[in-house]
């Protein structure tokens, strides 16, 4: 259906909803017993009231008869019926249609366009390695931004407006300049490669081997997701949420035709990048991040003795240091990337 839930069949109504209720039973029991374990006892409640919704629904307006499609009351019954599905926050309801961290986005550079699976479900391929494998597409992440969020209130949920958590882009900052050594990576490298590569901000690196180039950051951006962490982490929560959901709401439905994950029993311990940062100012054909060495606008060779992690808990010598890598850095007219035009 438009969104996501199974629909109504044209015959052999009661017996659908009935047998949906069936699998939502087994589902909880499917949770176990030691539900809060990965927050299990909340997605088994859910279940439950969605399935005695189902119940009350057949009961009070499908005894003894389903009414007649077209009618009123047959509006009222499929109204019901949505709601009664959405009591158990299928795969992630609100939030996004969430599948364990994935999320539905435009295709780039569609800029505002409707939210789409379209990037996971019609892959390309690339070469990475000397292999060809295939990718999700470019996507927008669209939960992101709150103003594409805002856009879609069907898929993320209604906002609520207020002055302090509606960002404003900033007019007076024209030009900034990062100062770094190298060791930058994760948010960021997403943060500082994107306006240094759009000819918005000088970089000056120090340190690194003398005499040979300096990359701005050292590793790519992208979120790590964690399996069976000791905590127990969302991502573990949402991998058996969204089993359970797929069993329930997608019994005929094998894997790859949807993307769920499946979820691995015999591990300790699993860290992946579910996403990875492209470079989009380097073109359509962009490798990700990491694949490119970065060279700054400008290098001091310059090795500092004093670990510069905390600024708060500086001592004097340190911040001495520090402050002498300022005024280097001050010294610098701004030296952005320029547009190469093409021939």
Sequence with gaps: ???????????????????????????????????????????????????????????????????????????????????????????????????????????YPQDISPPTWEHYLKPVTKVRGGKARQFSRFSFLGRACPGYAAAYPEHYGTTNLTDSDW??????????????????????????????????ATFVTYGGVKGQPLDITSFNGGNV???????????????????VDASVFYPYSAPPNWPFLPV????????????AEYPRALGPKALPREWYLIPASYHLDVWATHSFTKYETLEQPALDALHSLYVLTAAKAPKPLRRREQA
């Design 1 to 107: 259906s438009e969104k996501g839930l199974p629909e109504l069949p044209d015959t052999g109504v009661r017996e659908f909803i009935a047998s949906l209720a069936g699998r939502m039973d087994v589902g909880v029991e499917a949770l176990g017993r030691d539900r809060e374990f990965f927050g299990r006892s909340r997605k088994a409640g859910l279940l439950n009231e969605s399935a005695s919704c189902l119940r009350t629904l057949l009961s009070r307006f499908a005894d003894p008869e389903v009414p007649e499609r077209g009618t009123q009351a047959w509006t009222v019954f499929t109204s019901l019926y949505g709601q009664c599905l959405g009591l158990s926050e299928p795969l992630g309801a609100k939030r996004g249609m969430e599948i364990m961290g994935y999320f539905p986005g435009n295709i």
């Design 167 to 200: 960002a404003r882009p900033q007019t007076k900052l024209k030009h900034i300049v990062y100062l770094s050594d190298g060791t930058c990576g994760s948010t960021c490298s997403v943060s500082s490669s994107s306006p240094f590569l759009d000819g918005m």
């Design 225 to 243: 997701g964690t399996y069976q962490s000791e905590s127990g982490s969302d991502l573990s929560k949402s991998a058996l949420d969204n089993v």
């Design 264 to 275: 691995p029993l015999n591990i300790y311990k699993l860290r992946f990048a579910q996403r």
